[in-house]
T-cell receptor, first 117, second 110 residues
């Protein structure tokens, strides 16, 4: 089973709202990722958690706040977003096996389509 | 600066033909390479991964890697209308970063 789930599927929020995106996997993967994808563009990495610790933050604005409560869950907290933040937000996971194996494959969830009004 | 360039699309092929998708990358330490397929409005789906020079075949798909030329390609044999999608190549260095190309839009014409 290579399933990564994301909720909600769609989210519409105003610029003053606070909302959260959720991601879950039960494959025993120890690395989880958030990507942002604008229309007709490739996914752009935002954050990486490895063994529940934030390992990569690609200079993402502080209005995006990631959280990894446990090895199966990944959240992205949103606050005071701008209309240009409207995009497809993708979660992915990979095994991240100890020893730094570079053959890890990332599996993507279905994404959350976010619209900021 | 890590860059991935894909052959500019869109690419149209007739049903049953071979579709050829190409990708070059700039980072010489890249160690693993992936092809993802993305249907409109959906998330990327892994098609192939390749780590060693040469060819790797899986059904109608063949990935080819040439690390000396920093080149990776994907051949789709007997193309079907259901193969119509955007194909993203990606490479990974030793860290967890995955760098994507801009994608090539493929249309298979019945």
């Amino acid at each position: 089973d290579t399933e990564v789930t994301q909720t909600p599927k769609h989210l519409v929020m105003g610029m003053t709202n606070k909302k959260s995106l959720k991601c879950e996997q039960h494959m025993g993967h120890r690395a989880m990722y958030w990507y942002k994808q604008k229309a007709k563009k490739p996914p752009e990495l935002m954050f990486v958690y490895s063994y529940e610790k934030l390992s990569i933050n690609e200079s993402v604005p502080s209005r995006f706040s990631p959280e990894c409560p446990n090895s199966s869950l990944l959240n992205l907290h949103l606050h005071a977003l701008q209309p240009e933040d409207s995009a497809l937000y993708l979660c992915a996971s990979s095994q991240d096996r100890a020893g730094g194996r570079f053959t890890d494959t990332q599996y993507f969830g279905p994404g959350t389509r976010l619209t900021v009004l | 600066q890590k860059e991935v360039e894909q052959n500019s699309g869109p690419l149209s092929v007739p049903e049953g033909a071979i579709a050829s998708l190409n990708c070059t990358y700039s980072d010489r330490v890249s160690q693993s390479f992936f092809w993802y397929r993305q249907y409109s409005g959906k998330s990327p789906e892994l098609i192939m991964s390749i780590y060693s020079n040469g060819d790797k075949e899986d059904g109608r798909f063949t990935a080819q890697l040439n690390k000396a030329s920093q080149y990776v390609s994907l051949l789709i044999r007997d193309s079907q209308p259901s193969d119509s999608a955007t194909y993203l190549c990606a490479f990974r260095t030793g860290a967890n970063n995955l760098f994507f190309g801009t994608g090539t839009r493929l249309t298979v014409i019945p």
